[in-house]
């Protein structure tokens, strides 16, 4: 920017130069050629080879020209012998002009003020002297056109150095915007705000350092969430262990109670055959809310005990009908057809336990939906593979009410009574340790499907003899 204003000043200082040079060399030719008339003139009136009519009259041409004034002395620099100034004629030579007389007689400089500039020329012919020309040249031409370049150039030199200060303007603040930008998000970053994001309008310096900033405050808001994250998880670990222990702590005076119940009932049976009987309601009932909540206690402890998993290659369809014939007398009971549609059967490296375990979870929950609503039930068990591994599990049950659907993988979260309501959170944990996932469709009133899906590849085997 500096270099190049530089340039456009010094360009344009050349070029006003140049026009002065050329407007003095132009004026000065004309006074020249003028002056020259001029002596010409008054030296053939002093050597009498011209009338007075021309002089006056050529002098009065002068004088609009430039020239200001020309007298004709006499030798003796005592008289003024013709002038333009006719009421010099005649009149004796002021002491002043005859020191200037004498300095042109001596080739000095005879200019004895700033606006006008004086010539004085001797006469001389066939080697005699006849007198002086004075000349007063008006010096106003010449100073007009130095004044009106001075004038020019700095003109010219502001305008560019306003130009140049807009242009430093524009682009400060241009560049400065930016930064302002990045220092204020700075500072709502460094008070805690996070969510700070600059725009990027250009790949220049400007851009890449708030491309870096982002970058930077992307990193700070994922660890803040790491960071969260862990506070999180230590605090569930904190909690779950202290559940865990006031579980523990449950679970041993129930068995305490349950015994004792054993042996009051076997104790202290009243004598009174009815007082007996109610005794025996009494007596079952209590066991019973004792070995629910023992039930509740141990599906908790479960949960929340870390797994570990024995991984083996499984034929999936035969753990499929394992898992049938565990459930096909009560499905027969209820009247539930249960419809087979297996893809090839395909290898898979699971745990067989946890898996069976989940595919009963889903199995059971899809029983108790179609208990009630007093139509056939009808339960689909299909697999597919390609890319993943899938199990369906589909029923015509009650189905899921639309604001029940996302609870239904929430802990101790359960639309019936009696029950733990962890079946499909430990399901969802199995298959995520196995790096699979549960989905889950219902439509309320027309039924469930539940898919578990395994990462592939899959071993595709022959069927079995």
Request: with cysteine; hydrophobic share 40%; aromatic share 6%.
């Amino acid at each position: 920017m500096m270099m190049l204003l530089t340039i456009i000043v010094t360009a344009s200082l050349v070029f006003f130069n140049l026009q002065l040079e050329k407007n003095l060399l132009m004026q000065v030719e004309r006074q020249t050629g003028e002056l020259t008339k001029a002596i010409q003139i008054g030296v053939e009136e002093i050597t009498g080879r011209s009338d007075k009519a021309r002089l006056s009259k050529y002098l009065n041409d002068l004088n609009k020209k430039g020239i200001k004034e020309i007298s004709i002395i006499s030798t003796d620099s005592k008289e003024i012998l013709a002038s333009t100034n006719q009421q010099k004629v005649g009149a004796p030579v002021s002491h002043r002009k005859k020191e200037l007389v004498i300095k042109a007689e001596l080739g000095e400089h005879v200019s004895d003020d700033e606006k006008n500039y004086n010539v004085i020329v001797p006469i001389v012919a066939d080697g005699q002297q006849y007198g002086y020309i004075h000349l007063i040249i008006n010096k106003d031409d010449l100073s007009s056109i130095i004044k009106q370049n001075t004038m020019k150039r700095i003109f010219m030199t502001m305008l560019v150095f306003s130009i140049a200060t807009l242009i430093t303007l524009v682009f400060s603040r241009r560049y400065t915007l930016p930064i302002k930008q990045i220092v204020d998000a700075s500072r709502r970053i460094s008070a805690g705000d996070l969510n700070q994001h600059i725009p990027v309008h250009s790949n220049d310096e400007i851009g890449q350092l708030a491309d870096s900033f982002n970058y930077m405050a992307e990193k700070l808001r994922e660890s803040r969430n790491l960071e969260d994250k862990l506070h999180d998880a230590q605090h569930l670990a904190g909690l779950v262990q202290l559940t865990r222990d006031m579980a523990h702590e449950i679970r041993n005076p129930l068995n305490f109670i349950n015994l004792s119940i054993d042996y009051i009932n076997d104790k202290f049976v009243p004598p009174v055959k009815d007082d007996a009987k109610q005794f025996a309601n009494l007596v079952v009932s209590i066991k019973h809310e004792i070995q629910r909540l023992n039930k509740f206690v141990n599906g908790y402890l479960d949960f929340s005990r870390p797994i570990t998993f024995t991984l083996e290659p499984l034929r999936i369809n035969s753990v499929l009908e394992d898992v049938i014939s565990l459930i096909w007398a009560k499905a027969e009971a209820e009247g539930i057809s249960i419809i087979r549609d297996y893809d090839d059967d395909i290898e898979l490296r699971v745990d067989r336990d946890f898996l069976k375990t989940c595919i009963l979870n889903i199995i059971t929950n899809a029983f108790q939906a179609m208990s009630n609503t007093g139509k056939a039930g009808t339960l689909r068990i299909s697999t597919l593979h390609a890319e993943e591994f899938m199990l369906s599990i589909c029923d015509n049950g009650s189905g899921i009410s639309e604001g029940n659907i996302n609870k239904v993988f929430e802990p101790f979260f359960s639309t019936k009574q009696n029950h733990p309501g962890l079946g499909l959170p430990m399901t969802q944990r199995v298959m995520e340790e196995h790096g699979g996932r549960v989905e889950i469709e219902s439509k309320e009133g027309e039924g469930t499907e539940v898919r578990l899906i395994l990462p592939c590849p899959c071993k595709k085997l022959c069927p079995e003899s």
